[in-house]
């Protein structure tokens, strides 16, 4: 079971990336797949989330992204991707993808089993 989130780069304020989270070895159908941040100097915190198929793919958002970044599956490609735009300096941070079989707390990293290597995203002029 492999997780690969790729996408990230240097971006101006105000710009858009596309976070992919690719899933090797298995098919993300079946799980809920989050994703998570770390800034420099602080804790990992949760930006999306989107449930599995038994659960109508439910999207979750943090309030600090919601209305600029949007959770979206890709059943065909087992991909989920994160589409960030308007994005700010405050976004800069490396970006996780993570799977959970079962979901409480959507925000909660301790409830995801499986974690990608992370992306890191840089919003800066």
């Known amino acids: 079971v492999q997780l690969q989130a790729s996408g990230g780069g240097l971006v101006q304020p105000g710009g858009s990336l596309r976070l992919s989270c690719a899933a090797s070895g298995f098919s993300l159908d079946n799980f809920a797949v989050g994703w998570f941040r770390q800034a420099p100097g602080k804790e990992r915190e949760g930006v999306s989330c989107i449930s599995s198929s038994d659960t109508d793919y439910t999207t979750f958002y943090a309030s600090s992204v919601k209305g600029r970044f949007t959770i979206s599956r890709d059943s065909s490609k087992s991909t989920v991707y994160l589409q960030m735009n308007s994005l700010k300096p405050e976004d800069t941070a490396v970006y996780y993808c993570?799977?959970?079989?079962?979901?409480?707390?959507?925000?909660?990293?301790?409830?995801?089993?499986?974690w990608g290597q992370g992306t890191k995203v840089t919003v800066s002029s």
């Open positions: 993570a799977s959970a079989w079962y979901l409480g707390n959507w925000e909660r990293a301790d409830e995801y089993d499986y």
